[in-house]
């Protein structure tokens, strides 16, 4: 299995912007597509955006998503990113990334995750 290691999380207030890293070790992720998934308190994790291998085909859980969030992935840095924009305090969870589990499975250990808290 390859490890993940997420950071860029932080306190901020409502409309701010945060860019989440995922630095991948012990696998590529050039072999994978790739996914953030995000966790609220007392809430099961849910899956946020996807990026394929290539970065020709990216997905978003939502439509608000979609139109403030970017996912991002460079395969030479072994790295995968989510530029969030215009946060809102119901973007307030812990952020972790993993392959796209549509794809089958989890193909790396879950990291410890990045928290975000957003204010109002």
């Known amino acids: 299995q390859g490890q993940l290691d997420e950071s860029g999380g932080g306190l901020v207030q409502a409309g701010s912007s945060l860019r989440l890293s995922c630095a991948a070790s012990g696998r590529n992720i050039s072999d994978y597509n790739m996914a953030w998934y995000c966790q609220a308190p007392g809430k099961e994790r849910e899956f946020v955006a996807s990026?394929?291998?290539?970065?020709?085909?990216?997905?978003y859980a939502t439509y608000s998503v979609k139109h403030r969030f970017t996912i991002i992935r460079d395969n030479a840095k072994n790295t995968l990113y989510l530029q969030m924009n215009s946060l809102e305090p119901e973007n307030t969870a812990m952020y972790y990334c993993n392959s796209d589990y549509r794809n089958g499975a989890y193909y790396f250990d879950w990291g410890p995750g990045t928290q975000v808290t957003v204010s109002s």
């Open positions: 990026i394929s291998w290539s970065g020709a085909n990216i997905n």
